[in-house]
Nanobody, 116 residues
Framework: QVQLVESGGGLVQAGGSLRLSCTFS????????MAWFRQAPGKEREFVAS??????GYADSVKGRFTISRDNAKNTVYLQMNSLKPEDTAVYYC???????????WGQGTQVTVSS
């Protein structure tokens, strides 16, 4: 069974940076598409970024500020977040999918708070 554990969240001032990490276990990491989602209070969960091999995709709201990457040797996916804004405040979730159309596996989430 796939397990995902996020880390790296915290409190940062607007304009600052954070790097989130998600460690994958239970299956062959390189075969899975990995993604980051986020959910702000009172809002729906939304897609942030995804990566499969070297192909990446981003939500318009984070393009140019966030970078997703993966290290298959470490079974870890990262989200480098720069130029953070208060509206980036949310719980950030790591997710994985293999052959299905939806993300089947989710981490517990890590809180990111950006103060103005």
């Amino acid at each position: 069974q796939v397990q995902l554990v996020e880390s790296g969240g915290g409190l940062v001032q607007a304009g600052g940076s954070l790097r989130l990490s998600c460690t994958f276990s239970g299956r062959t990491f390189s075969r899975y598409r990995m993604a980051w989602f986020r959910q702000a209070p009172g809002k729906e969960r939304e897609f942030v970024a995804s990566i499969m091999w070297t192909a990446t995709g981003y939500a318009d709201s984070v393009k140019g500020r966030f970078t997703i990457s993966r290290d298959n040797a470490k079974n870890t996916v990262y989200l480098q977040m720069n130029s953070l804004k208060p509206e980036d405040t949310a719980v950030y979730y790591c997710a994985a999918r293999f052959e299905s159309a939806t993300y089947d596996y989710w981490g517990q989430g890590t809180q990111v708070t950006v103060s103005s």
